[in-house]
């Protein structure tokens, strides 16, 4: 059941988390965070409207970093945050570390999971908090057609169980793992139906439309959800 009819997350740990995230590590106007891999800008414009915290959000995508502004002005939010066009894996905020850490969407597999948790590290302050949600498997038996669809040569899944392992071998203790709700799956298809009406920009391209038309149809005719999860955890630097 689709409950976020305005869900503009491109992933299906939706705003509810990135406020849970926001939460655990009882931000307030003085805290410090870091978005790893901000998108278009809707988890660090809903932290800012909530928490009224200093954010620095960064992305390799110049096209998300100016609809990322642009939302922020929208919300009148874009005192609080910082939007930087970048890779985060050659960026540097080690020298003031940050009070919470996000890596929504997937930011951890895009990064390469090890190197991300590294960073991530370094860059949250001693026991500061650091959140991500990702795409996990939930069993070694995956249909072929999901398989081809969810995961391939450049992305192979953890499991929950093994995502724990890499939080704790990274130095983090998890305090909260979940996976989201079917609601969060529909908010997320939902806002990606919607996207495939674009006539410019990333979901404009005939591949892309094509690929997302063909995800959803299996997710929902295949029962995905047996198969494939999306994890949130909300974990604390060990010291």
């Given at each position: 059941?689709v409950?976020?009819t305005?869900?503009?997350?491109?992933?299906?740990?939706?705003r509810?988390?990135?406020?849970?995230a926001?939460?655990?590590?009882?931000?307030?106007?003085a805290?410090r965070?870091?978005?790893?891999?901000?998108?278009r800008?809707?988890?660090?414009?809903?932290?800012?409207?909530?928490?009224?915290?200093?954010?620095?959000?960064?992305?390799?995508?110049e096209?998300n970093?100016?609809i990322?502004r642009a939302l922020?002005?929208?919300?009148?939010?874009?005192?609080l945050?910082?939007?930087?066009a970048?890779?985060?894996?050659?960026a540097?905020?080690?020298?003031?570390?940050?009070d919470?850490?996000?890596?929504?969407g997937?930011?951890?597999?895009?990064?390469s999971?090890?190197?991300?948790l590294?960073?991530?590290?370094?860059?949250?302050?001693?026991?500061g908090w650091f959140?991500?949600?990702?795409l996990?498997?939930l069993?070694?038996?995956?249909?072929?057609?999901?398989?081809?669809?969810f995961?391939?040569?450049?992305?192979?899944?953890?499991?929950?169980?093994?995502?724990r392992?890499l939080?704790?071998a990274?130095?983090?203790?998890?305090?909260?793992?979940?996976?989201v709700?079917?609601?969060?799956?529909?908010?997320?298809?939902?806002h990606?139906?919607r996207?495939?009406?674009?006539?410019?920009?990333?979901?404009?391209?005939?591949?892309?439309k094509?690929?997302?038309?063909?995800e959803?149809?299996?997710?929902?005719?295949?029962?995905?959800?047996?198969f494939v999860?999306?994890?949130f955890?909300a974990a604390?630097?060990s010291k």
């Amino acid at each position: 059941m689709v409950t976020d009819t305005l869900s503009d997350y491109a992933s299906p740990a939706g705003r509810e988390f990135t406020l849970a995230a926001g939460k655990f590590a009882l931000l307030t106007p003085a805290s410090r965070v870091l978005d790893m891999g901000c998108g278009r800008g809707a988890g660090a414009c809903n932290l800012a409207k909530e928490f009224r915290c200093r954010i620095t959000a960064i992305d390799a995508d110049e096209d998300n970093i100016a609809i990322a502004r642009a939302l922020a002005e929208h919300k009148s939010v874009s005192h609080l945050i910082t939007f930087t066009a970048g890779d985060a894996l050659t960026a540097d905020f080690s020298k003031e570390p940050f009070d919470l850490v996000l890596a929504e969407g997937g930011v951890l597999s895009f990064l390469s999971r090890g190197r991300g948790l590294e960073l991530a590290n370094k860059w949250t302050a001693p026991r500061g908090w650091f959140a991500f949600s990702d795409l996990v498997m939930l069993t070694d038996k995956v249909p072929a057609e999901v398989k081809r669809i969810f995961e391939d040569v450049t992305y192979r899944y953890e499991s929950e169980e093994s995502y724990r392992a890499l939080v704790a071998a990274a130095g983090f203790e998890t305090q909260f793992m979940s996976l989201v709700p079917q609601s969060g799956w529909d908010n997320y298809y939902a806002h990606m139906a919607r996207r495939l009406d674009d006539d410019k920009g990333f979901f404009a391209d005939r591949r892309v439309k094509l690929a997302f038309h063909k995800e959803i149809d299996v997710f929902y005719r295949l029962e995905g959800f047996r198969f494939v999860g999306y994890l949130f955890c909300a974990a604390r630097k060990s010291k």
